[in-house]
């Protein structure tokens, strides 16, 4: 537990760049970054492009054209609120895709903003374009899922409590850190507890700092505790539910898991995939190196506590996903990626500055030029990584999309239209396409009993899926399996039809 001092003043060289937030250039670079990573968006991920499993069950709470879906215990309702504009006015999944793409877009631009102060304008805006040119990043920016809006909150929060010993923890300060900790917490409550705990340490003798912060974490998961005590008896309850279904918290090595999971995999549970790509994880392997780097260089400059209290921070965020749970998803170090970036950008602009050095001694071969070269060339083979697995993954996430499309289509042929219910494989994303509601009978989503689907069989058409040439489900209908479509990823699709509802309306064809 420490207080956060002024940043000591930096020896005096002569320079001919601005002090920190000196020039509006940086904010200009960092908005014209954010304009290309929206393109890149619209280009590769956006067109053609549905929504995958988790968010058919974020989006469907605020509107679309299908029931609510099962909102289970570790989920929370942030990303509901935050499309919930569009999705009660339209459908279109294009249209909420360039609603967020923009959105993220401007969010970037302002988590950044907050540390226009501590950080020099080249450090800035080379901190924003490695956060933003990540794969992750360009995937989830127009993406209906929490964690990159939890990434840009914890940039900010912790950039606002940087700044207060600048000049005090003033209403802006004291504000800004509030609201971006409510934020995180709104989205994944478990990622706003650990943004919060190093930053309430190091506030913890600042005590407006430490009740803005307090404030704004009761704030965030304010929902989540009010949906704990209606439906769960309690927080403590909900809590031991989401640790069921995520496997729990202990010791569990996931280094490893999320190495492999970068060269395009956005699960990998269990993740026991060959590692076919290993050169999409080089930066990943030097990311450790160059943020410690940058922390010293940045302490050298005078600027360390700001940089450290980042580096810190990042590491919080990152312990859970990495030696905690038992599974991997790129996306959830995106908060930790983003913290990071400002070291790593301190690291990059000093090895910009030594490669313009003057060759040194006559005679040497590698010149100016050559280092300039050699790090634009490495700089750009990164960004041709992080773009060609961009590529990969959209086209896999569109795939999977066109399969769910498939088997929804073959369902209404078979006369199962809205309402409808249906239950078994994949049922929550396909019940979404179909315009169904999505009930299970078991696992994660548990939401009904097998008599309690029969009975509802008997007024609504209601079907439960089977992939891969699985064995009938025992509550399934004991009717013949009808064959729906073929998928790429789980193979044939069929489905177990209750007989028609004795009432007019939408049954069982008998094509």
Request: with cysteine.
């Amino acid at each position: 537990m420490y207080e956060l001092r002024a940043p000591s003043p930096a020896p005096v060289r002569a320079s001919t760049e601005p002090a920190p937030g000196s020039s509006p250039r940086p904010l200009r670079r960092l908005a014209a970054v954010a304009a290309v990573c929206v393109a890149v968006q619209l280009a590769f991920v956006v067109p053609g492009s549905g929504l995958g499993w988790d968010e058919t069950v974020y989006v469907s709470q605020a509107g679309g054209d299908a029931p609510a879906a099962f909102f289970s215990a570790p989920r929370a309702r942030g990303i509901s609120y935050l499309v919930a504009p569009v999705a009660a006015l339209s459908a279109s999944t294009t249209v909420l895709r360039i609603y967020l793409a923009v959105l993220s877009a401007a969010a970037l631009v302002g988590a950044f903003r907050v540390w226009r102060t501590l950080v020099p304008g080249r450090v800035l805006v080379c901190a924003g374009a490695l956060f933003a040119t990540l794969w992750p990043t360009l995937f989830y920016g127009s993406m209906a899922m929490p964690n990159l809006w939890c990434a840009l909150g914890a940039l900010a929060a912790t950039g606002w409590v940087a700044r207060a010993p600048l000049r005090g923890a003033g209403r802006a300060e004291l504000l800004g850190a509030g609201a971006a900790v409510a934020v995180v917490v709104l989205m994944r409550p478990a990622d706003g507890a650990w943004l919060a705990l190093p930053l309430l340490l190091v506030t913890a003798v600042r005590p407006r700092m430490f009740a803005a912060l307090a404030i704004g974490l009761l704030a965030g998961a304010a929902p989540w505790i009010v949906e704990a005590f209606a439906h769960y008896g309690g927080p403590l309850t909900r809590l031991h539910r989401a640790s069921e279904i995520q496997g729990g918290l202990g010791w569990n090595l996931a280094v490893d898991d999320q190495a492999k999971a970068l060269e395009g995999r956005t699960l990998c549970r269990p993740c026991t995939i060959a590692w076919q790509r290993p050169g999409t994880t080089v930066w990943w392997a030097l990311l450790p190196f160059l943020a410690v780097g940058g922390a010293m260089v940045a302490r050298r400059a005078g600027r360390g506590t700001a940089i450290l209290l980042a580096t810190g921070t990042a590491v919080s965020l990152a312990v859970p996903y990495l030696f905690l749970i038992e599974y991997a998803a790129p996306r959830f170090l995106l908060p930790a990626y983003a913290l990071l970036s400002l070291p790593v950008a301190e690291c990059l602009a000093r090895l910009y500055a030594w490669a313009r050095r003057p060759a040194g001694r006559p005679g040497r071969t590698v010149t100016r030029q050559w280092r300039v070269v050699v790090l634009a060339a490495v700089l750009s083979a990164h960004l041709a990584v992080q773009l060609q697995v961009t590529s990969r993954v959209s086209a896999s996430s569109k795939s999977t999309t066109a399969d769910f499309e498939a088997v929804a289509a073959a369902l209404h042929r078979e006369g199962i239209r809205p309402p409808c219910v249906i239950s078994g494989d994949q049922a929550v994303p396909i019940a979404y396409y179909a315009g169904c509601a999505s009930r299970q009978t078991a696992g994660h989503d548990g939401s009904i009993t097998p008599a309690g689907l029969r009975e509802s069989a008997r007024r609504i058409p209601t079907a439960v899926l089977v992939s891969g040439g699985g064995r009938r489900p025992a509550y399934a209908p004991s009717g013949p399996p009808v064959f729906l479509a073929e998928t790429r990823d789980a193979g044939p699709y069929t489905g177990y039809l209750f007989p028609p509802p004795d009432r007019p309306g939408p049954g069982r064809s008998d094509s």
